[in-house]
């Protein structure tokens, strides 16, 4: 059995540390994205039009509904086939992005659900436009109840980003099995792998809970 | 703030000029089954402040709502200023009114609710600048400084920067009732505006109201159980019961000697 040696740690860290920057990028790029696109699916669910809401249903509920890698494969390896080339790290933003949407589409259903009646009815009631009622009024109220829920699909996207090393994107993970692919000692890389997560993760977490008591009240 | 409740009755309304407002035609409203409006018929001439009164149920709050389009009527007309509300006519036929031509006949007409329905992300002064800046296109100044007046009028100058929930109930009433008002309607809507207070905040709102009703021009249809209020402002009284009016008068004829059973009845459970 291999002892640990705080040496190897020193010597790989500065990998790691770029491979952990590359993960912070793809989850910051991939939350906005899923935020964004989330907040499309949620509004083009409400629309009275069938002919938007069935189409747009269909395809939220595949993608929420297949496994993430499975789809980073298909837009990594199969979209190339068709002429759509991106970058690995654009790809997995993507990917994530797209498979998070559609979670957060359902957050933001939820939050929009969650306005009285009554906000709707004073909106009415006043004339307010379609638009001025959504921007002014229903999104604002939403937006508070969601913030707190978002970050935890945050959190759960940071997680789930070491599948991008599967698509060749150099993150924590793809860094750690590099090194370790070289030096045949594994134990070292991946265990600060999974401290540089809970590193983040925890305080992350600690931060949205003091976030949602300062928000819903 | 207060109105003087001395006022005598003749200068009460001053610019009565008694045309037809509001007019219901075979209004007939139900929710499944339930019919709650039955092929109702009434009239409001311009200026006149009307209370429905009548048991729980009876339809009154229904018609405050078909009146701001938060409901469609399953059957009849309604017409207020002389357009239909949710009907417009099209080749000399009537068809269901399009959301454009509802909103130019709804803005005639403003709305207080029970539970306020403030919007809580927005601050007091926003609160009432909203619609006139966004649905009448006044400047910003203009409009907080008719919300100002309208503070002024309803006692809550000091409060302009606070947001709704800094505020106790009556106070947020008072607020919404300047918000309907600063978008200059024709028609003020009151459902149950003092039912969701404390006791002790009641007769705050009432003041507002009674002084806005002796003050102005502006026509007045109330759905309350505060029959003392009812019988200070109103011109007339409609007695509802299961979707029908079964009785209407003045105040004086309504609260006294009423004709119908159905009224006595009630009447003699409220005061």
């Not at chain 1, 640990?4 to 991939?30: C, E, F, H, N, R």
């Not at chain 1, 929009?112 to 109220?141: C, F, H, N, Y």
């Not at chain 1, 793809?174 to 594994?186: E, G, H, K, L, V």
Request: aromatic share 8%; charged share 20%.
């Amino acid at each position: 059995m291999n002892t640990w040696s705080w040496g190897y740690v020193g010597d790989i860290l500065p990998d790691l540390l770029k491979g952990l920057w590359i993960t912070v990028q793809a989850t910051l790029y991939g939350s906005l994205v899923s935020f964004a696109l989330g907040l499309v699916w949620a509004l083009a669910l409400r629309s009275p039009s069938r002919r938007l809401t069935w189409p747009v249903s269909i395809v939220v509920e595949f993608i929420r509904n297949t496994p993430l890698l499975v789809q980073l494969f298909f837009l990594f390896f199969v979209l190339p086939g068709w002429g759509l080339t991106f970058p690995p790290l654009a790809t997995g933003v993507i990917g994530l992005g797209l498979h998070y949407s559609t979670f957060t589409a359902e957050v933001y259903r939820a939050g929009i659900d969650g306005v009285p009646a009554g906000q709707w009815e004073a909106a009415t009631a006043l004339s307010l436009p379609r638009r001025r009622t959504w921007s002014a009024v229903i999104l604002p109220q939403a937006f508070r109840r969601v913030v707190p829920v978002l970050g935890n699909y945050v959190i759960a996207m940071f997680k789930d980003t070491p599948m991008l090393a599967a698509i060749t994107v150099g993150d924590m993970l793809f860094q750690a099995n590099s090194i370790s692919a070289a030096t045949f000692d594994y134990m070292e890389p991946i265990t600060v792998v999974g401290v540089l997560f809970i590193v983040i993760s925890y305080p992350t977490s600690l931060l949205l809970r003091a976030l949602e008591r300062r928000l819903v009240r | 703030m207060s109105a003087d409740p001395n006022l005598p009755e003749e200068t009460a309304n001053p610019a009565v000029d008694g045309t037809e407002l509001i007019r219901f035609d075979h209004v007939t409203k139900r929710f499944g089954a339930h019919t709650v409006l039955d092929s109702l018929d009434f009239t409001v001439s311009s200026g006149k402040h009307v209370t429905l009164i009548g048991p729980s149920g009876s339809g009154k709050t229904t018609i405050l709502r078909l009146l701001m389009t938060l409901l469609t009527p399953d059957e009849g007309t309604i017409k207020v200023g002389g357009d239909y509300l949710t009907h417009e006519e099209k080749g000399g036929r009537l068809v269901p009114a399009g959301e454009k031509h509802t909103r130019e006949v709804r803005k005639n007409i403003g709305m207080v609710f029970q539970q306020f329905n403030l919007f809580p992300n927005m601050k007091v002064l926003r609160n009432i600048t909203e619609a006139p800046v966004h649905v009448l296109g006044l400047g910003k100044e203009a409009a907080e400084e008719r919300a100002r007046g309208l503070l002024d009028l309803v006692g809550l100058t000091d409060h302009v920067d606070k947001y709704p929930t800094q505020l106790s109930g009556g106070q947020q009433q008072r607020v919404a009732i300047a918000r309907a008002l600063a978008m200059r309607p024709q028609v003020l809507l009151l459902d149950e505006v003092t039912s969701a207070l404390d006791p002790e905040l009641v007769a705050g709102v009432l003041d507002v109201l009674r002084d806005i009703a002796h003050t102005t021009d502006i026509t007045m249809l109330c759905v309350t159980h505060e029959m003392n209020f009812a019988r200070d402002i109103s011109d007339d009284v409609l007695m509802f019961d299961a979707g029908r009016v079964i009785e209407s008068g003045t105040p004086e004829k309504i609260f006294t000697e009423p004709e119908h059973e159905r009224t006595r009845e009630f009447l003699s459970a409220v005061l």
